[in-house]
């Protein structure tokens, strides 16, 4: 019968076009996060370079080692790995669990202990799937980091590794580069390699050369200020990793939306040929008909 | 008359920064006050009030700060602060309900709880008051 193809086409596109404004929602959801998270990040940046910039004159000058820098032989290992508590980011978790599962299996494979520390469903559910050892998990943060997070996440890192629950841990994430490209990454955060204390941007080498009085003493501060600064290095570590994720997200739902609309182009060109052919169908068997009078 | 530069970070935003004449901190060693032309000084803070002098006039700044880090050098202030809140931002019954909490907390005396958390927590408290109380005069 003609015409049933069209309605079926018809039916498609509908299903389609409903589709599309569900991934357009969600681009622009994702895109207001990424926003809001960008900022956050620029405004955590200025924090996060005075800190590593006195932490960079310290451990230059101190010469009490703290037991942060400790390096021990690595019985146990921590992975803290970083990934989204949701799906449709594209490869953006796939892409982290294959790094973090490489470099555990590694670590196994060693004799080490590992145990995991994830933040984000996708992590959790995971490793925890496969019978890796969970040491904690934070299914909880939403794509939100906020400098308490930080301090849970981060407060747990420096106490184990003290306390000697692990002998080294390390952090799977991924780097924010740009708005396309987001870089999984794994670091080692403990013990603190002393040349691991990223440089900051030294706007002056004046300032940077000064002599410090120290108060109490260079030792004390040090004790405070190390903590510290690894807590607010795991906490711009999610705020990156998080802003990575809505980064994925807003790019693989503008291109889920670009395919539904590629694709009703596509329907809706061949339902109307269909369309078109029924109708001269039609057209053909009346101008039949009336001949044969 | 040389001013200072003060800039009070936090790990979330930049909480102030601004040109001023002289900076009151609360440092671990007891309160210091930085006038131009200070040594350059590394130290850290206690929770407390920073008093800001914003010029000759008299004219001046409270916040309150939880604890941290400051850095002066070159005619510049820096202070790391875990938390830094002006009269404006603190919330009066948040505060006392925090002071309240802590009090209770030190009132018992068994092992179990954290002595020195609820000793920072108190000081916390005290210091946001503080800034209220003084704003009000």
């Keep these: ?36 998270s960008q900022g956050k990040m620029l405004a955590a940046r200025p924090y996060s370079q005075k800190l590593t910039k006195l932490v960079e004159h310290l451990s230059g000058s101190a010469d009490g080692g703290s037991p942060l820098f400790e390096v021990r032989e690595v019985k146990r290992r921590l992975f803290v790995v970083v990934t989204s508590d949701k799906g449709l980011c ?16 590694a670590s196994v494979a060693e004799g080490v202990e590992t145990e995991i520390l994830s933040v984000g469903k996708k992590a ?3 490793f925890a799937k496969r019978d890796y050892t969970m040491f904690e998990r934070h299914d909880d943060y939403n794509g939100e980091a906020t400098a308490q997070r930080g301090q849970q996440v981060g407060g ?23 708005m396309m490209t987001q870089q999984p990454v794994d670091q080692l955060v403990l013990p ?45 570590t999610l705020m990156e990793a998080f802003t990575s994720e809505h980064a994925a997200r807003m790019t693989s739902m503008t291109a889920a939306t670009d395919n539904a609309g590629e694709l ?8 109307n040929r269909e369309r078109q052919a029924a109708i001269t169908a039609e057209l053909l068997d009346i101008v039949g008909g009336a001949n044969a009078l | 008359m040389k001013s200072l530069k003060v800039n009070i970070v936090t790990p979330e935003k930049i909480a102030w920064e601004a040109e001023a004449v002289s900076v009151t901190l609360p440092g671990s060693d007891g309160y210091l006050g930085v ?21 000759e006039g008299g004219q001046s700044k409270l916040m309150a700060c939880s604890g941290g880090f400051v850095e002066i050098s070159a005619n510049a202030v820096n202070i790391m602060s875990d938390t830094c809140e002006d009269a404006g931002e603190i919330d009066a019954g948040r505060a006392k309900a925090a ?18 958390r609820a000793t920072l927590a108190k000081e916390r408290a005290e210091a946001r008051l503080e800034v209220l109380d003084l704003m009000e005069r």
């Design chain 2, 35 to 55: 006038w131009a032309n200070h040594a350059p000084l590394v130290t850290g803070l206690v929770p407390g009030v920073i008093t800001i002098k914003l010029n």
């Design chain 2, 99 to 116: 002071l309240e909490r802590a009090k209770e907390r030190l009132s018992i005396s068994d092992a179990e709880t954290d002595k020195a």
């Design chain 1, 124 to 126: 959790g559910d995971y």
């Design chain 1, 1 to 36: 019968m003609p015409g049933a193809g069209v309605k079926i086409l018809n039916k498609r596109i509908r299903s389609v076009n409903s589709t599309k404004q569900i991934t357009k929602a969600m681009k622009m959801v994702a895109a207001a996060k990424l926003n809001r």
């Design chain 1, 192 to 236: 603190i390699a002393p040349d691991s204390v990223e440089k900051a941007d030294d706007e002056d080498e004046e300032v940077a050369n000064l002599d410090y009085i120290w108060e109490p003493g260079q030792a004390e501060l040090f004790e405070v200020l190390l903590p510290l600064y690894l807590r607010n290095r795991v906490f711009m």
């Design chain 1, 90 to 105: 594209g490869s953006y978790n796939m892409n982290l669990i294959k790094l973090a599962q490489k470099a555990i299996d």
């Design chain 1, 264 to 271: 009703i182009d596509a329907l809706t060109l061949q339902r």
């Design chain 1, 156 to 178: 747990a890192v420096v106490d184990t590794f003290l306390a000697g629950t692990f002998d080294e841990v390390r952090l799977v994430y991924a780097q924010f580069v740009s």
